[in-house]
Structure formats: structure tokens, C-alpha cells
């Protein structure tokens, strides 16, 4: 990573020299906790291995699909497909490419910013939710060309069943879908219309994350995709990486442990777009160099390397603000 602008705009020191980094936490996990015990967690995409399984599949038929001809790259590419296997199962590799299929000819149908709806059921206007939901308040190139709808629909839907958390949905972003649903939130639920369109915008930076993965990013080639997770996944492995720091996502369990281990590294990339977008502070000072490295180049890529997150969430809670008083 090239400087820290995009976390906040100064040179990091080093985490011991943070003494509200403890402070930070406790705000955070409290906040959690409460919508915790309200049942209500916000889960993305679906397993990838609901999708189509074709038996036979190798990494040679993915290189295939890349259509990369030369020798050496296809030599690279086996043996980080070979990795993938060995995270997520034989399986994985023929379901990803079932699902870039299926996002891109979903793709096709997407106009330039997304169409916002079913807010009115709420109590909140959708013209007003679009002025908080675009690329003047989040990065360029993560909401334009990627999302289609962004909607809220009056039902209540169980957390994916692959979790075994228990608990219903707060919004979600269906396998190899292009939507942002919000589900089954009630304003009567929380302490002001403030803390609920706030709440809204807080679940919407996680869809974001999903909307940006290595499955439903429109924009990587098939290649880029293997890169992309094996990164990630990397990352997810350190010892003491974010994944350890909310205990939303070690709470993930699967008697598969293939299974498992792809929706914790699923989850993981949302929270780490979660917490950069909403949790600045906390991003800057809990990141690895590596995590930090993620955000800037898979989520940031080259359309959004000016974006500064702080500066963003100042400019959304005025845009709450104003979106409440009417």
C-alpha cells in the first residue's frame, strides 16, 4: 500500500500508542450487542455451494475459462487453483464459475445507479435514501455499475442456514444477485428515526462489501477472482487478524469444514468493508498492513483511491440528519 490516505488521511503509529483504542471497542461491541440480542445480524451471500456442481471439474477447465494461453501463466494459475481446492473443496472451483456466469449476464440489466424502493413501507422516502446511497457519500466505482436494486421488503427470513446462528435476516445480497434487500426492519424498533436510517446505513456498508467480493464484483476477470479470495483468505488466516476482533464472525459454524471456512472468509471481506466505512477509527488503528492493503486494492481499486472514509461518515450523519427532520 502506497500511503494511508484512504484511513483517514495521516501516517498510522503503531497500535500500542493508541490508548482509545480500548474505548473504540467497547463503543463498537456495545452497539453490536444490541442488535444482537434483537436477533437480527446482517448476513450477505449465500454459499457458494448452492450453486451448480459439475462433476469432473478441475483446475484445468477453469484455466480453460480464463482463456490464458501462455504456459506459464497457466502453470500459476493450477497451482493457485490447487490452493482454492484445498481451502474450499474440489467443489468450489466449477460453482465459481457457475456464479461469474450467472452475475454477469445479471450485469447486463443494471443501469448506472440503482433503483432504491420499498422505503416508503417505513416510514422514509426513497428519493431521500438515494441522496444518502450513492457515490458522492461512498467509493467510486462500488455502488454504479453494481447494484441494481436496493430495496426493503416487509418479511422476516431466516439467517442463512449454512451459519447455524439462528436469528433472521437484516438484509442480504442473494448468491450471484445484484439487489441489496433489506428485510423485516421496523423503526418501532429502535429509539429514534435517527438511530433507525442510521442503522440502515450502517447494515449497507456490509451489503456493500458483498456487492464488491470476488464473486459479485462485475468488474474482475476470472483470473483476477482466484487472486482476489486467495488474498483475502490469506489475511483471514494470520494470527490475530480482524476476524477475531467482533466475534460476529467465529460464531459461523458448519459441520462442514469447507463450508464454514468460505462463509467466515465471505463474512470476514463484508466486515472488513463494514468497518472502514462506518468504524473508520476503528479501522485505522486495528488493521493489519495487509487487511489495509485488501480495502485499498480490492474495494478502493483504481475508481476510488481518493475516497477518505472519515470525511464520508461526517457527510452521511448530516445527510441522516437532514433525512430525519422531515
Known amino acids: 500500500m502506497k500511503s494511508f490516505e484512504n484511513f483517514g488521511g495521516t501516517k498510522l503509529p503503531e ?25 437480527i445480524v446482517v448476513l450477505g451471500a449465500d454459499s457458494i455451494f448452492e450453486s451448480r456442481l459439475v462433476k469432473g471439474y478441475t483446475p484445468d477447465h477453469y484455466i480453460k475459462y480464463c482463456g490464458i494461453e501462455n504456459e506459464l501463466q497457466q502453470k500459476d494459475l493450477k497451482l493457485k487453483l490447487i490452493e482454492l ?7 468450489f472451483l466449477s460453482n465459481l464459475e457457475s456464479l ?24 422514509l422516502g426513497n428519493e431521500e435514501m438515494a441522496t444518502l446511497w450513492n457515490e458522492n457519500n461512498y467509493p467510486a466505482g462500488t455502488i454504479n455499475g453494481k447494484i441494481g436494486k436496493i430495496g426493503y421488503q416487509n418479511i422476516s427470513k431466516k439467517n442463512t442456514k449454512e451459519y447455524h446462528m439462528g436469528g433472521m435476516k437484516a438484509a442480504e445480497v442473494a448468491p450471484a444477485e445484484n439487489d441489496i434487500k433489506f428485510l423485516g426492519l421496523k423503526n418501532k424498533e429502535h429509539s429514534s428515526k435517527k438511530d433507525f436510517v442510521g442503522t440502515l446505513d450502517w447494515y449497507f456498508s456490509h451489503e456493500l462489501g458483498h456487492i464488491n467480493d470476488w464473486v459479485h464484483g462485475n468488474e474482475f476477470k476470472p483470473e ?30 458448519n459441520p462442514n469444514p469447507h463450508l464454514e471456512k468460505y462463509c467466515k472468509v465471505v463474512e470476514y471481506w463484508a466486515v472488513l468493508c463494514e468497518c472502514y466505512l462506518t468504524f473508520p477509527d476503528l479501522a485505522a488503528i486495528s488493521f493489519s498492513p ?12 483504481k475508481n476510488g483511491q481518493k475516497f477518505n472514509p472519515k470525511d464520508a461518515l461526517a457527510k452521511r450523519g448530516e445527510l441522516v440528519e437532514k433525512i430525519c427532520a422531515k
Open 85 to 91: 481446492e484445498k481451502h474450499f473443496s474440489p467443489q
Open 100 to 123: 461469474i456466469e450467472k452475475i454477469n449476464h445479471n450485469s447486463r440489466e443494471i443501469t448506472s445507479t440503482p433503483k432504491i424502493e420499498g422505503f416508503e413501507n417505513v416510514g
Open 224 to 253: 483476477e477472482r482466484v487472486d482476489f479470495i486467495l488474498e483475502v483468505t490469506s489475511a483471514f488466516d494470520k494470527p490475530d487478524s480482524f476476524r477475531d476482533r467482533m466475534g460476529y464472525i467465529n460464531s459461523i459454524n
Open 15 to 39: 497500535k500500542k500508542s493508541f490508548p482509545e483504542k480500548k474505548t473504540i471497542f467497547e463503543r463498537v461491541e456495545k452497539s453490536l450487542k444490541i442488535f444482537m440480542a434483537m436477533g
Open 290 to 301: 495487509e487487511e489495509r492493503n485488501l480495502i485499498e486494492k480490492w474495494f478502493l481499486g
